[in-house]
């Protein structure tokens, strides 16, 4: 099946930095992505949608100036987590689409935990 | 509008006995419906998948969901259950209709095996 990568695996940060974490889709080429966040026992919660070449789409309630997100290419996407605040730690997860496909099957990349201090 | 609902939040079994994890959805459209499954610490792994083809969708692993339009299920089954099996397991609603594909989790069963 198709690979997604996400780097780091985990970070931890100081409050106040700025984290960005990437989505790389590894054997095909991905025309949407999605980035995810997961608090611990909890289920995904959609925070925006990544369409190359486009601005995201970010869901009801995600600071669009706090998770700065760029998918500047068909394989690789940027979540940047700015001014990063403990209430920001969280398990971030990213998907893709794969292009020209006919079902929206998403593969899911492991995971990026991020710890702020 | 779409939504999904994972009816129980834990369900724990013995090994070599029977799963079912149940989940209803809302869609508007012709749904594609997903589980997943995500072991701790570990990314999401795709279990199977419904596209408005065969209503029996076989999975991996052994598990196999059947998509039933009438009472707006998707119950993802198991004949026997194995102890690496334990993990949370996620119904997925997505539709085909639009381009922006959205994509609604339900809230997760946490799956237990006994020995």
């Known amino acids: 099946g198709a690979v997604v990568s996400q780097h780091p695996s985990w970070v931890i940060c100081k409050s106040g930095t700025s984290v960005k974490i990437e989505c790389r889709s590894l054997d095909f080429q991905a025309t949407t992505m999605f980035w995810y966040r997961q608090f611990p026992k909890q289920s995904l919660m959609l925070m925006a949608t990544?369409?190359?070449?486009?601005?995201?789409?970010?869901e009801q309630g995600v600071e669009k100036d706090k998770f700065l997100i760029n998918h500047a290419s068909l394989t690789l996407s940027t979540l940047t987590v700015t001014s990063a605040h403990p209430e920001d730690s969280s398990f971030y997860i990213c998907?893709?689409?794969?292009?020209?496909?006919?079902?929206?099957?998403?593969?899911f990349g492991p995971g990026t935990r991020l710890t702020v201090l | 509008a779409q939504s999904v609902t994972q009816l129980d939040s834990h369900v724990s079994v013995s090994e070599g006995t029977p799963v079912l994890l149940r989940c209803n959805y809302s869609s508007s459209y012709s749904p594609s419906l997903f589980w997943y499954v995500q072991h701790p610490n570990k990314g999401l792994q795709l279990l199977l998948k419904?596209?408005?083809?065969?209503?029996l969708v076989k999975g991996i692993n052994g598990f196999e969901a059947e998509f039933k339009k009438s009472e707006t299920s998707f119950h993802l089954t198991k004949p026997s259950a194995h102890m690496s099996d334990a993990a949370e397991y996620f119904c997925v609603v997505s539709d085909l209709v639009s381009s922006a594909s959205k994509i609604i989790f339900g809230s997760g069963t946490r799956l237990s095996i006994r020995p």
């Open positions: 419904y596209t408005s083809a065969a209503t």
């Open positions: 990544s369409n190359e070449g486009s601005k995201a789409t970010y």
């Open positions: 998907s893709a689409i794969s292009r020209g496909g006919l079902t929206d099957t998403q593969y």
